[in-house]
Nanobody
Framework: QVQLVESGGGSVAAGGSLRLSCQAS????????MGWFRQAPGKEREGVGF????????YYADSVKGRFTISQDVAKNTLTLQMNSLKPEDTAMYYC???????????????????????WGQGTQVTVSS
């Protein structure tokens, strides 16, 4: 059973930084997608950043490029989202997600589609004050 457990959310003033972590367990696949979605009240869930372990590539939403960085510690099965220069509009619940699926790879649009992911963490709140 795949499990994803997020940690590291909190409150910070605009311009500050936070680091989110996602501890993954229960899988053996070497090829998968993993990343972060966020959802603010009254808004749709949106993709933030992802890693494709097969292509060894990372992908970011335009709204976070240059500010957020995804990294993976394979030995510890941990995915980290480093968030710098935070803005009030980054306030949301952040969810770790994984697509562990023996099928074809995803298009870039597919990588940012929440329905493509079959495992989810419980979420961690990020609040950025102005």
């Amino acid at each position: 059973q795949v499990q994803l457990v997020e940690s590291g959310g909190g409150s910070v003033a605009a311009g500050g930084s936070l680091r989110l972590s996602c501890q993954a367990s229960g899988y053996t696949s070497k090829r998968y997608y993993m990343g972060w979605f966020r959802q603010a009240p009254g808004k749709e869930r949106e993709g933030v950043g992802f890693i494709d372990t097969g292509a060894r590539s990372t992908y970011y939403a335009d709204s976070v490029k240059g500010r957020f960085t995804i990294s993976q510690d394979v030995a510890k099965n941990t995915l980290t989202l480093q968030m710098n220069s935070l803005k009030p509009e980054d306030t949301a619940m952040y969810y770790c997600a994984a697509r562990i699926w023996p099928g074809p790879g995803l298009s870039i649009a597919g990588i940012f589609t929440f329905s493509a992911y079959n495992y989810w963490g419980q979420g961690t709140q990020v609040t950025v004050s102005s």
